[in-house]
C-alpha cells in the first residue's frame, strides 16, 4: 500500500498519463506520430531534481514538467498539450484510489478467513450473550465470530463498489469543457489507465467521490474497532473468555510483571478514530469555490494515502489478532453459571403463555423468582419450581427443558449454511 501512494508511483503515474495523452494525439493525427515515440523512449524523472526545481516554482506539476521536459528535447513541447494539473492530479487519485481498494479487499478476505477458522471451530462453544453488558441469553463464540464473517463481507461489498465509482478519470482541461483537447484523447487515456472518464467534470473530479471514499474507510475502520472492542472487554480479567495472543519474552507493564494487556486491540481502536476525523475532512472538502479551489488538495495529501495505508495495517493486524485469539470454553462456562440459570427467563415466560397463561401474570411470576435468584436466594429453577402460578402449568420435565441450552442453539447449523461457513 505504501508503494501505491509513493511518490515513486506518483510520478509514474503522472508520466504515463502525459505520454498516452501524446500518443492518442498522435493517433488522431494532431501531432507527429515520431514526436509522440520520442517522448516514450526518452521520458524520465527524478525525484529530487523534481523537487529542487520546485523549490523555484512552487508548483508540483511545473516542476515535474521541467524535469521531464530536459531529458525529452524538443518534442516535449507536445506534453500537457490542452492540459490542466488537475487533469493529471485526479486521474492520478482514480488510480491510486481504484489499487487501494484492490488491496484493501485482499486485507479484508484476511480478515473473514479467520474469522472463519474460529467460527467452525468453536461452533458449538456455548457462552453468555450479553445486552448492555448484562447476561442476557446464551449464544455461541462460533456464531460471535461468524456474525464477523458475515460484516466484513459487507466490508468487502463497499469497497468494491467504491471501486467502480473512484476509477474515474479526467482529461478536460482548465475548466472542464475540453475547449483544447478532443475528449477522444480523454477517453483513450482513462481505457489505458483502466479508468472511465468523467462525463462532466469542472476543473477538478467532483469531490463527492473522494468523500464517500473516505467514509467507506471509516465505515470499514468502525468495523475493525467494533471487533477490536469487542475482545477487549472479552479480555477483562472479571470475564476472560478471550485473550490476545501472549508472546514468550512479552512485556505487559513497566510496573507490574503480572500484566498481560490487549494492546492490539487497543491500538486498532485509536487508530479507527483517525480515520474517522479523516471522513469528516473529506466532506469538507466537497464544497470548492466555483469551478475549482485548491483547499481540498493539501488535505487530500494526507487524508487519502493515509487513511488507506492505516486501514490495510489495520486489518492485517486485526485478521493476526483473530488467528492468535486465546478462547477460554471453561471460563466461558463459569461466567455462564453465575447467573444461576436466569438466562431461562423467556423461555419460562414463552412456556407458560403457552399454557394458557396471561402474559403480563406469566411475566410477573417469572420475574418474582429471578429477582429471588439475582439477590442470591438460589437457583433460578428452583425459585421457578417455587412459584404457584408456575408449578401448577408447567411440570418439572417442562420447566427443566424450558432451563436448558440446546433451545438456544437449534438454528446455528442453518446460519452456517446461511452463510457458507459448513465445516
Not at 463498489?161 to 475548466?175: C, D, F, I, P, T
Not at 396471561?358 to 429477582?371: D, G, I, K
Request: glycine residues 6%; contains cysteine; aromatic residues 6%.
Amino acid at each position: 500500500m505504501c508503494a501505491v501512494w509513493s511518490d515513486q508511483r506518483k510520478y509514474e503515474i503522472w508520466l504515463e498519463i502525459e505520454m498516452l495523452a501524446c500518443e492518442a494525439m498522435a493517433r488522431l493525427g494532431q501531432i507527429p506520430e515520431a514526436d509522440a515515440r520520442a517522448i516514450r523512449e526518452r521520458a524520465r524523472f527524478s525525484i529530487p531534481e523534481i523537487l529542487e526545481i520546485e523549490k523555484r516554482t512552487n508548483h508540483d506539476v511545473i516542476a515535474f514538467l521541467e524535469n521531464v521536459a530536459a531529458s525529452v528535447g524538443p518534442e516535449a513541447r507536445w506534453m500537457h498539450q490542452g492540459l490542466t494539473s488537475s487533469d493529471v492530479l485526479d486521474t492520478t487519485l482514480a488510480v491510486q484510489m481504484a489499487a487501494s481498494c484492490d488491496l484493501l479487499v485482499a486485507g479484508v478476505d484476511e480478515v473473514r478467513a479467520a474469522a472463519a477458522e474460529q467460527a467452525r471451530a468453536h461452533k458449538l462453544t456455548p457462552m453468555m450473550g450479553r445486552s448492555h453488558g448484562i447476561h442476557a441469553e446464551p449464544v455461541t463464540f462460533g456464531l460471535k465470530m461468524a456474525l464477523m464473517h458475515d460484516e466484513f463481507g459487507r466490508v468487502r461489498e463497499r469497497l468494491i463498489q467504491m471501486r467502480e465509482r473512484v476509477a474515474v478519470g479526467k482529461l478536460s482541461g482548465a475548466v472542464g469543457t475540453r475547449a483544447h483537447l478532443d475528449p477522444r484523447v480523454e477517453e483513450e487515456v482513462c481505457r489505458s489507465l483502466g479508468l472511465r472518464p468523467a462525463v462532466l467534470s469542472t476543473q477538478i473530479v467532483q469531490r463527492d467521490r473522494h468523500a464517500e471514499f473516505v467514509t467507506v474507510l471509516a465505515l470499514a475502520a468502525s468495523s475493525v474497532d467494533r471487533w477490536a472492542t469487542e475482545f477487549r472487554h472479552l479480555q477483562r480479567t472479571e470475564v476472560c473468555e478471550v485473550e490476545e495472543f501472549f508472546a514468550k519474552g512479552q512485556k505487559g507493564s513497566s510496573a507490574m510483571p503480572h500484566k498481560r494487556n490487549p494492546i492490539t486491540g487497543e491500538r486498532l481502536s485509536g487508530l479507527a478514530r483517525v480515520i474517522r476525523g479523516y471522513a469528516v475532512t473529506a466532506m469538507e472538502n466537497v464544497a470548492l469555490w466555483h469551478e475549482r479551489d485548491i483547499s481540498h488538495s493539501s488535505a487530500e495529501r494526507i487524508i487519502l494515502p493515509d487513511g488507506c495505508i492505516l486501514l490495510d495495517y489495520m486489518l492485517t493486524l486485526l485478521a493476526k489478532l483473530v488467528r492468535g485469539l486465546q478462547v477460554h470454553p471453561e471460563n466461558m462456562r463459569a461466567n455462564m453459571d453465575k447467573s444461576r440459570g436466569l438466562f431461562a427467563s423467556q423461555a419460562v415466560l414463552l412456556k407458560l403463555t403457552e399454557k394458557g397463561l396471561e402474559r403480563q401474570a406469566a411475566y410477573e411470576a417469572v420475574q418474582r423468582a429471578a429477582l429471588k435468584t439475582w439477590d442470591g436466594g438460589g437457583t433460578f429453577l428452583d425459585n421457578l419450581a417455587a412459584e404457584p402460578a408456575i408449578r401448577e402449568a408447567l411440570t418439572t420435565a417442562e420447566l427443566q427443558d424450558a432451563c436448558g441450552l440446546e433451545r438456544h442453539f437449534r438454528h446455528v447449523d442453518k446460519v452456517f449454511r446461511d452463510l457458507g461457513l459448513e465445516s
